[in-house]
């Protein structure tokens, strides 16, 4: 198509200028009369707007103040300014800290063609002006005392000629294991800032990976990485009345894995340095390994017996006085090695202690809420007292979300870590008086059946949360979820730590284009919508679905707490329709063949990793929705196919030892993520709200291909009028039905069969194992082998119950999903053990059949349900684990679906029919 191109001069005068009254946020660059922009007739205003602000971002566009006087530093490819440090630094840590920092100013000038020399005060040419870094003598002379400084507060002050950047650098206190992974490099802050609005300087992509500091950077080429984006700046000025002091809004922000590199330092992003973060302490202070053996009575009493935390977190018993005595020691510990403060809070996943004195403490009854608080305030009354000055952060999570109930005071060195941060979490505490102020822990990058690999969250959500935190004076944060996809989400992350730098005036809409246009240059115009497209894709889940979000969970007509997402691959197939995955790889496509530079080149290699990525969990996740409406062989082939394509896409991350390969001039990989190997991005491990291990994305396809086609079953449950026992001759002409091999896994060796059969009070559930004799005797196979039986027996109920029993009378156990009501709680949707049920097991080895007996006898009282009418189901499985050779242990299960990979599985339930109902199986 033809059309007349029109042409637009946007002039830039006086109405365009702004007045210093310090340091602005835009870059400072040559002065432009008007910008040109050329744009095709048929194009939106909206092109023309991304077109303008790309531009603006590109080329560093701003302009200096007509009024004010000015300094400047460089100009006309030349300065004589020197870069200073002081003689001396309080560790050679900090020296080094201190001298990549400087290393850091110097490129960024050389980068517009101005050389610069690095120096000590010492050796300084007092006949040039400079730029002093850091605690120097002349800093001091002009009274800027930065061992006042809290946190990374800096200062930006010109003074004649010379310009003057400092903050604070600090040792980290601790020794040995508890030696802090930073320092603090204060004036890194201050140089970042500086460089960013007055050379045009761009953070856009970590420069080190995961627990490096900048000391890390002295082997990274900084002017070629492509963490940074060095914008043409010609002209080199900074007002000349230039005084300014800043603290940042956060004293640190904390992520695992921790960074600390000039990108996490230039958005905000501080590393703690002498706070450490606890979050769950108690077991800290009391570990299991070391106080368990001597002293059971420091740990919590439940079900008649001291706790034994193997594989869960340990609870304690707290109206032990030496309890309390190692809480408060573990506390002080911390701050007599140095650290400004402490957290403090119980286990994740609390359990009471059921003793008659825990039960008496502090006289609130069953409360245990309360008991808490008035626990930590009086441990804290005691910090106070020892160590004035000091802080403890007091995590308030589940059973403390809500404040106290008897107090509304805190002690003057109490702050309160909320973990909750959204308004309704933080209006409860608007009356109390919290002197320390509080921290937030925030769960954008916690996935709610999202992978860890998948873009989360949009720059609307992060644009209203920093208002938000900003608002409610959030002094620090404890990010749970690392956020590691900068292909997909760098807009995000960069927005994310910008608005902290004015949460009043910066907009998302600006720094995500601020963003595209120094990450790509003339391929921002692509990039925007590609990025646009896709955050649209996911703003429902950013803002409603995700962890902790308002639509998370609700609560039905039945007054009960559940999520509105339960299903990943419902998630998955929603959100990335094949539509918007076109549209993405159209727009990456066009970007990719207008890159400009190495720099722009290697970014969108990462954007392409990451999509190519995200495509490839796409097309499993639809092509298995596919196979479920329709399992017949060719949808299930079709499904392989996909997966053993993602599985090759994955291995080529990796190299023959498993380490991942670099590509690009990055200093580190960034994807897959530092320590992430081939079986975590295949989604082989479950995580928290995370459960992918059973999907089909972990199939083993080959012997999928050879396997038969999977089905739900259904099993009838005859009636009798009095009790069962193993001898009872109504199991002869009971229907019986097998387990089988879970999709995929080797066939059986071993059959195992079960019967069912109720009268007016019971359930009987019988088993017939194969078993050969040699494992029926006492030892490692008694204790592996074991039956589990399932059952869901209120329709359209989240509850579910598993039954256990191995081979001894008392190698038997229960469980129950559904009874815990809060999300956050690690045992919500799980089976919960403490739930206890009245039930009975019945067993025979007989070594001269090879067969193990079980039966299983369970009133209908201990389900909570009356005894089933005739015609009606309840939805049940049984699964074995049998030992099939010396090195193997089995798996089967009576009832499966195409997908199964778990024993738990739900989803795999077959039907268990009354009297009267049909017991027929699926054809296969």
């Not at 009356?431 to 921290?439: I, K, L, S």
């Not at 089909?696 to 396809?701: A, E, G, S, V, Y």
């Amino acid at each position: 198509m033809n059309a007349t191109l029109r042409t637009w001069a946007i002039p830039i005068g006086p109405a365009m200028k702004r007045t210093h009254s310090g340091p602005s946020d835009g870059s400072m660059s040559f002065p432009l009369s008007e910008l040109v922009v050329v744009v095709r007739p048929s194009l939106r205003r909206a092109w023309l707007c991304i077109a303008l602000i790309a531009l603006i971002a590109v080329f560093g566009v701003s302009v200096s103040a007509a009024a004010a006087a000015e300094l400047v530093l460089a100009a006309e490819g030349k300065s004589d300014y020197q870069i200073v440090l002081p003689d001396a630094a309080p560790t050679p840590a900090l020296a080094d800290g201190l001298q990549q920092t400087a290393r850091l100013l110097q490129t960024a000038f050389q980068a517009n063609s101005f050389t610069l020399p690095i120096v000590s005060e010492a050796k300084r040419d007092a006949t040039k002006p400079a730029i002093f870094l850091g605690n120097t003598a002349f800093a001091r002379k002009l009274g800027v005392d930065v061992a006042k400084f809290r946190g990374w507060t800096y200062v930006l002050r010109v003074t004649g000629r010379d310009l003057v950047i400092a903050g604070r650098e600090q040792a980290a206190p601790g020794t040995g294991a508890r030696k802090s992974e930073w320092d603090r490099i204060g004036t890194a802050k201050g140089v970042t800032d500086f460089l960013r609005q007055y050379l045009g300087v761009r953070f856009l992509y970590p420069d080190l990976g995961p627990r490096q500091p900048v000391n890390g950077l002295a082997k990274v080429d900084l002017l070629a990485s492509p963490a940074f984006e060095f914008l043409p700046t010609v002209k080199v000025v900074v007002p000349a009345d230039l005084n300014v002091q800043k603290t940042p809004v956060f004293d640190s922000w904390t992520g695992y894995p921790p960074r600390g590199s000039f990108y996490d330092i230039a958005n905000n992003r501080f590393p703690r340095v002498d706070d450490p973060f606890g979050g769950h302490t108690w077991e800290r202070a009391v570990p299991p390994e070391k106080y368990l053996p001597a002293h059971p009575e420091y740990f919590a009493l439940i079900g008649g017996q001291r706790m034994n935390p193997k594989g869960v977190n340990a609870q304690y018993c707290i109206s032990n006085p030496e309890v309390q005595e190692l809480f408060y020691q573990d506390l002080i510990s911390w701050l007599d090695a140095g650290y400004q403060s402490v957290d403090l809070g119980q286990p994740d996943g609390f359990r009471a202690c059921q003793c008659e004195a825990c039960a008496k403490l502090f006289d609130t009854g069953s409360d245990w809420s309360e008991k808490l608080w008035i626990l930590h305030r009086k441990l804290a009354e005691r910090v106070l007292a020892s160590h004035p000055g000091k802080t403890v952060s007091m995590t308030s999570y589940i059973l403390t979300a809500a404040p106290p109930k008897s107090f509304k005071q805190f002690p003057a060195n109490v702050q309160i870590m909320l973990t909750g941060t959204n308004e309704e979490d933080l209006a409860p505490w608007r009356d109390y008086g919290v002197p320390q102020g509080f921290t937030g822990y925030i769960y954008n990058w916690c996935p709610n059946l999202s992978t860890r690999y998948t873009p989360m969250r949009t720059p609307g959500f992060v644009e209203t949360q920093a208002k938000r935190l900003v608002d409610n004076r959030i002094q620090a944060i404890y990010q749970d979820g690392p956020g590691t996809l900068h292909g997909l989400e760098g807009p995000v992350y960069y927005t994310m730590g910008r608005m902290y730098d004015d949460p009043k005036t910066n907009q998302a809409r600006v720094l995500v284009y601020e963003f595209c246009g120094a990450a790509f240059g003339k391929a921002a115009p692509p990039m925007i919508q590609f990025y646009d497209q896709l955050y649209h894709a996911i703003e429902l889940y950013s803002r409603q679905l995700g962890t902790r979000d308002p639509a998370w969970t609700y609560t039905d007509i039945y007054g009960r707490r559940r999520k509105h997402l339960t299903d990943p691959m419902q998630f998955l197939g929603f959100f990335y329709t094949p539509t918007l995955l076109a549209s993405l790889e159209t727009q990456l496509a066009q970007a990719e063949k207008l890159a400009p530079t190495a720099k722009v080149k290697t970014r969108l290699a990462l954007v392409r990793r990451e999509f190519d990525y995200l495509r490839g969990i796409a097309r499993v996740v639809h092509l298995n929705h596919a196979y479920q409406i329709q399992p017949d062989r060719v949808a299930r082939d079709r499904l392989l196919d996909a997966i053993d394509a993602r599985n090759a896409e994955i291995s080529t991350y990796f190299d023959e030892r498993g380490r991942t390969k670099p590509f690009g001039n990055w200093a580190f990989v960034p994807f897959p993520p530092t320590g992430h190997n081939a079986a975590h991005l295949r989604l082989s491990h479950d995580g928290y709200q995370e459960p992918y291990a059973s999907t089909p994305f972990n199939w083993d396809t080959k012997a999928m291909r050879l396997a038969p086609l999977a089905g739900a079953k259904r099993l009838p449950a005859s009636t009798v009028s009095n009790g069962l026992t193993l001898d009872s001759p109504h199991w002869q002409k009971a229907a019986s039905s097998e387990l089988v091999a879970l999709p995929g896994a080797a066939p059986l060796t071993r059959k195992t069969s079960i019967r069912a059969a109720t009268d007016e009070t019971h359930l009987y559930l019988l088993a017939e194992c194969e078993l050969p004799a040699a494992l029926m005797k006492p030892g490692a196979g008694t204790n592996q082998e074991s039956l589990a039986f399932y059952l869901a027996p209120i329709a359209g109920r989240d509850v579910a119950y598993r039954f256990t029993v191995g081979l001894k009378p008392e190698a038997k156990a229960d469980a129950a999903a559904g009874f815990i009501t809060d999300a956050m709680d690690p045992r919500h949707g799980q089976f919960d053990p403490d739930w206890n049920g009245d039930w009975k097991y019945e067993l025979r080895l007989e070594p001269e059949k090879q067969r193990w007996l079980a039966l299983v006898k369970i009133p209908f009282k201990t389900l909570g349900v009356e005894a089933p009418k005739a015609d009606t189901f309840w939805r049940m499985n049984v699964a074995r684990v049998h030992i099939a050779a010396p090195d193997r242990i089995g798996r089967s299960l009576w009832s499966t679906t195409p997908g199964t990979k778990s024993l738990d599985d739900r989803n795999d339930f077959g039907e268990l029919a009354f009297a009267g109902a049909a017991a027929v199986n699926p054809p296969r």
